[in-house]
């Protein structure tokens, strides 16, 4: 049975590892700039480690590494406002305002694959902006960092999507390797101009090491790497699905660790449950749309076979 599940269950311990991440970033006291420096440095290495073990060609055409190096940034300034976040408010907070992603995800997606907005997709961005403001107007006290995490979602939602278009031009793992790199290289950049005279700074608390070993080890380079796996064998809505688990889990393990800081009013509850709500409707509605277009697919087929006398 365990075996039948394998890759279910591989893909739940990826969400879970995805979660955490925003764990380790309240647990670790640098500011948010050099947590993505190492989180990045460190990932890169691991996964150049891994395609040199595995012999996997870091090959890339230079029309695709601009645009890589460019989405590389991008990520950059998502992890960047998404740690900061988490540092200005707490994790609860940051985790479910970060779920606003699918908002802008329906809105970014047409621009760039030329359709119209479906009407599901307005609708459920009205309920995710109800949502948002029940959690504004109950946890006020947090607000700048519900700014960043709304912009950390909108950061998020603007790669993920230049992703879709990317990995139909090239291999999925190096296209994640010089992303990497290119958040790497704007951050590298950034602290060595801030920091020009006093490289001491890039020096982290003997505390921190620990934790960001497992984030750019564990969160970044084994996910990175383990996810591309799943994701070949499991159906995109089960992805999809379990990936909207990700707030809940890192909620719950937020409050479990850090009670008294984690736990919020009824009303932020309330907007994480019609956020949440609205993701899962989302997931919902794509999933029903993909088998109306398979069956269309399906029948289209059947009538030519019909014509051609097979």
Wanted: proline share 2%; hydrophobic share 55%; aromatic share 16%.
């Amino acid at each position: 049975m365990l075996k039948d599940y394998k890759y279910h269950i591989w893909l739940h311990v990826i969400v879970l590892i995805f979660g955490f991440t925003g764990i380790l970033g309240k647990l670790i006291s640098v500011n948010s700039y050099l947590l993505v420096w190492y989180r990045v440095l460190i990932g890169v290495f691991f996964i150049g480690l891994y395609f040199l073990i595995t012999k996997h060609s870091f090959k890339i055409p230079k029309k695709i590494l601009v645009k890589t190096i460019f989405i590389g940034v991008l990520i950059a300034l998502h992890w960047i406002a998404f740690f900061e976040a988490i540092k200005q408010s707490n994790v609860s907070i940051a985790l479910v305002c970060i779920s606003s992603s699918a908002l802008f995800t329906s809105l970014i997606e047409p621009i760039y694959f030329k359709r119209k907005i479906k009407s599901y997709e307005f609708l459920l961005g009205i309920v995710i902006i109800i949502g948002l403001y029940f959690v504004f107007s109950f946890e006020f006290n947090y607000v700048l960092g519900m700014i960043l995490s709304v912009i950390a979602a909108a950061l998020g939602s603007w790669f993920t999507v230049l992703n879709g278009l990317l990995i139909k031009e090239s291999n999925a793992k190096t296209i994640s390797f010089y992303e990497l790199l290119g958040a790497l290289g704007v951050v590298s950049i950034y602290l060595l101009i801030t920091n020009f005279s006093d490289f001491s700074q890039f020096l982290v608390p003997v505390a921190d090491i620990k934790w960001l070993l497992i984030l750019g080890i564990l969160c970044t380079a084994f996910a990175f790497i383990v996810s591309v796996e799943v994701m070949k064998k499991i159906s995109p809505f089960t992805v999809v699905i379990s990936v909207n688990l990700e707030p809940i889990y890192s909620v719950i393990i937020a409050v479990l660790i850090w009670r008294e800081s984690e736990v919020m009013s009824g009303g932020f509850y309330l907007g994480m449950t019609i956020i949440l709500l609205a993701i899962f409707m989302n997931a919902f509605f794509k999933q029903r749309e993909t088998k109306k277009r398979k069956k269309i697919i399906y029948r289209f087929q059947m009538k030519s076979r019909k014509k051609k006398g097979i």
